[in-house]
């Protein structure tokens, strides 16, 4: 004779061994996407590094200099953060709002790369 209460442990049983394995995939996944990220930034700090030293070298800006720059750069966007986050500027073709992530206008399609003002206006 079946028993019912028996099927449905067992199939509850099932079911959370299909969740604690696809959490386990979904844990590698994000594992494996950590270890992506380190490596990126891992090789970002060695290339700002060299960049600075090489900059330094052959400009002779100070640190005290370098660090006044990044502060700048850092409150563009209004906050002092560690980061440089997007703004909203008007297109200097159409007048369109446009966000400082993208290269072109949505509106008229025009190239906004060099109108960022995080990246290229004081």
């Known amino acids: 004779m079946i028993d019912f209460w028996d099927l449905q442990q067992q199939g509850q049983i099932n079911e959370a061994n299909h969740n ?11 594992k494996g996407e950590l270890i992506g990220m380190q490596r990126q930034l891992d090789h970002l700090t060695l290339l700002c590094q060299s960049m600075w ?40 073709s159409c007048g369109a709002n446009c966000n400082s992530a993208r290269q072109r206008c949505t509106m008229c399609g025009a190239d906004i790369s060099g109108h960022k003002p995080h990246l290229f206006e004081a």
Do not use: L, M, W
């Not at 800006?61 to 006044?68: K, N, S």
């Open 20 to 30: 604690a394995s696809r959490a386990n995939d979904s844990a590698d996944q994000a």
């Open 53 to 92: 030293e090489v900059i330094q070298e052959e400009t002779g800006i100070t640190e005290a200099q370098f660090r006044a720059k990044i502060a700048d750069v850092d409150t563009r966007d209004g906050k002092a953060d560690g980061k440089i986050n997007p703004q909203v500027f008007p297109c200097p």
